[in-house]
């Protein structure tokens, strides 16, 4: 079958070489040739689209030849093949002495695929992993960046002797801040069911190992989370937002906490738009101390 350019390229061009018009196309190549010269004058042109009909995503998946794309959320990303146990290559079901004999060679294929250590840590991680992004409603494109941070964190070996829970998490709250994905390491160590301290060391130890930079936090990060704890209105937070940018300028917030500067600037801004909102209520929603914020609201209006 002639591809339709080829076609056209035969029927509207001369040879370049010979200016001949009579051509061969090579059905084994792809070439088209030129019967004057023998000047090869177009390579095979590979067809992207489908030469059969699927009307159901389940008739595309099974008409296809190609599996899906690579994948780090998968322990052999996507690579191994999967047989089916109970229908054959036409789609006949197999009869049971068949189906049983399947099921064992998918058993014993599933046990070698587990022998390796790191395939069995692997497993154990993505499925949490999984877990972790579900409850936080994490995009998949941030669970595919924690899955290659964790996969390059067991490649260093950092992972011997730790917890892959704690791994996986910290794995994922570094995903967020190089992303810049508002999740805090407190809301990921709630999802993980770990303690955060411990998260955070790891989570510093990746950083440190893998020679990641994540962006530095800016009080503008938190702003939005706060507000919405608070049930503030927009006009708030556009207040505290440019108090932010002017003690930004001012060089006056440097090296602080950027949660607490965005407690106290919206602490300013509520007192500036004659909203009753009580020291205790901020700190509670900023997670913060009394103290830290009084200190941070001085610094604001200095």
């Known amino acids: 079958m002639i591809h339709p350019t080829q076609e056209t390229f035969i029927n509207e061009h001369k040879c370049i070489n010979c200016e001949g018009e009579s051509f061969v196309n090579d059905m084994e190549t792809g070439e088209i040739i030129c019967r004057g010269c023998g000047m090869v004058l177009q390579n095979v042109e590979v067809r992207l689209d489908m030469e059969w009909n ?121 995903a967020c801040r190089l992303e810049n994905v508002p999740r805090s390491l407190q809301a990921i160590a709630k999802a993980s069911q770990r303690d955060y301290t411990q998260i955070g ?39 505290a937002l440019n108090m932010i940018r002017k003690a930004e300028e001012r060089g006056k917030i440097a090296g602080k906490n950027p949660k607490a500067i965005a407690a106290a600037a919206l602490y300013l801004a509520c007192v500036e738009s004659g909203v009753n909102k009580k020291y205790g209520a901020i700190c509670n929603a900023a997670k913060t101390s009394e103290v830290t914020l009084r200190k941070r609201v001085h610094d604001l209006q200095a």
């Not at 322990?75 to 064992?104: A, E, I, P, V």
């Not at 595919?144 to 910290?170: H, P, Q, T």
């Not at 950083?207 to 927009?234: A, C, M, Q, Y």
């Open 201 to 239: 060391k790891s989570y510093r130890m990746i950083v440190r190992e893998l020679g990641l930079k994540p962006p530095i936090d800016g009080p503008v990060k938190f702003l939005p989370s706060i507000v919405s704890s608070l049930n503030l209105d927009r006009s708030v937070e556009l207040v």
């Open 54 to 174: 699927a009307y159901t995503v389940d008739e595309v998946m099974n008409k296809s030849r190609v599996g899906g794309l690579l994948t780090h959320n998968i322990y052999d990303r996507g690579l191994s093949t999967q047989f089916d146990t109970r229908k054959d290559y036409q789609g006949k079901s197999l009869d049971l002495q068949t189906s049983n004999k399947m099921n064992r060679l998918k058993r014993y294929d599933n046990q070698s695929k587990m022998y390796d250590s790191k395939n069995r840590n692997l497993k154990i991680a993505l499925s949490e992993l999984e877990r972790i992004a579900t409850s936080l409603h994490i995009p998949g494109f941030l669970k595919e960046k924690a899955a290659y941070i964790y996969r390059k964190a067991l490649e260093k070996d950092m992972i011997r002797g730790r917890s892959i829970d704690e791994f996986v998490a910290a794995s994922v709250y570094a």
